[in-house]
């Protein structure tokens, strides 16, 4: 198989974006541009992500944003194989311009379109990064997610445990916001979190010990704004100790789901650990998730920062994994604000666990 490359856009969140990546599987690939848009300013006033904000300034930015992205690769789009884009889960304002916006080019340019789910492309960028082989355990942690999953191919994922209320990136925004740090949380609590005492307030771990790798994030932010109300004005150590919590908790899960994944792959020889999501660019959660992962046997896998949080070169490296299986899509692909990925299809015919 020869070398794809794909232009891709994402526009599911507050990050308009586009990207080329050129490579073919197992990766790793080469990023020739990756260009991120952060709304973060637009939308910091209101605590969080407005919809109609953030699609307003997706159709405002993505002709400029692709634009960059190409001459950033010093490519044309005559000289792409496919163009992908991100088809959902997310908000359905921003899907419909990235979406709408890769199915003109690929129409102008007479190359296939391929729509892409989101979760797919964060699950795949270890394979972008490092070559990630097939089968491993995928640790996906980010604002409206948190699952574990073991991935069997392209298009095949089994769900091991899922959250049952917040994801964990969610329970970081809203514990920030109990704390006065401002949006988006994560990066905050981590900063803030640097310079406290994780050992000072003790903080429940739900779930934890329980049969099944399911999460549960809600206690946890109730239990701080407990704290709060009774009045604890100490950020720092208030940061430590909730981010302390939500290692344990990750690091149990990630145990449990250990397990079934071997019982699934009993043949799979020193299988990755990947971790990927926003989430998984915080520095504490990595050291401990790593040291976790070599202690069970697995190889932890997790991209640089700045590819765990929303960007396009995922999107595009997802485009080509599945362009060169022959998986591409007509113009009247839908986007979709929910899309599981235990509902994906691009394996083996007929193999399908799930
Ligand atoms: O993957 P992502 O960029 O967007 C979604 O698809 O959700 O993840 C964003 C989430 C936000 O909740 C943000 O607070 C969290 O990832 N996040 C972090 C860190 N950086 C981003 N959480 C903890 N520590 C960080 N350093
Ligand atoms: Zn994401």
Same mark, same amino acid.
């Given at each position: 198989m020869r070398d794809w490359t794909v232009l891709g856009i994402e526009t599911s969140c507050d990050e308009t974006a586009a990207a080329v990546v050129r490579g073919r599987a197992p990766g790793p690939g080469t990023i020739l541009s990756n260009i991120v848009f952060s709304q973060l300013d637009a939308h910091r006033p209101y605590g969080g992500v407005v919809p109609e904000i953030a699609a307003r300034a997706h159709v405002e930015r993505i002709d400029g944003i692709v634009e960059e992205a190409l001459a950033g690769a010093g490519l044309s789009l005559s000289d792409l194989d496919a163009v992908a884009a991100?088809? !959902?889960? !997310?908000l359905i304002g921003g899907v419909m311009v990235g979406l709408t916006t890769a199915k003109a080019l690929a129409l102008a340019a007479g190359k296939p379109l391929i729509a892409v789910n989101h979760l797919e492309a964060h699950a795949l960028t270890a394979r972008l990064t490092e070559g990630a082989a097939f089968p491993f355990l995928l640790l996906l942690i980010s604002g409206g997610h948190c699952q574990l999953l073991g991935v069997a191919d392209v298009g095949r994922f089994r769900l091991y445990g899922t959250t049952i209320d917040d994801a964990v990136g969610e329970a970081f925004d809203k514990t920030a916001k109990l704390l006065g740090?401002?949006?988006?949380?994560g990066p905050n609590i981590e900063k803030a979190a640097?310079? !406290?005492?994780?050992?000072r307030h003790a903080l429940p771990r739900p779930m934890r010990g329980r049969a099944g790798a399911d999460f549960s994030f809600s206690g946890l932010k109730t239990a701080v704004r407990q704290l709060v109300q009774d009045g604890a004005t100490d950020a720092a150590d208030l940061a430590a100790s909730f981010q302390a919590a939500v290692i344990d908790i990750l690091g149990d899960r990630t145990r449990a789901a250990m397990a079934m994944f071997r019982a699934d792959f009993?043949?799979?020889?020193?299988p990755a650990f990947v971790l990927a999501g !926003?989430?998984?660019?915080n520095r504490a959660i990595r050291e401990a998730l790593t040291e976790l992962g070599n202690r069970e046997g697995f190889q932890t896998k997790i991209p640089p920062p700045r590819l765990c949080t929303d960007n396009a070169a995922m999107v595009a490296w997802a485009g080509v994994e599945r362009g060169q299986r022959g998986l591409s899509d007509g113009l009247d692909a839908a986007p979709k604000a929910r899309w599981p990925l235990d509902t994906l299809t691009g394996g083996r015919a007929g193999a399908s666990r799930t």
């Open positions: 991100t088809a !959902g889960p !997310g740090l401002a949006y988006p949380g640097r310079d !406290g005492n994780p050992r009993p043949q799979a020889r020193d !926003g989430v998984a660019s």
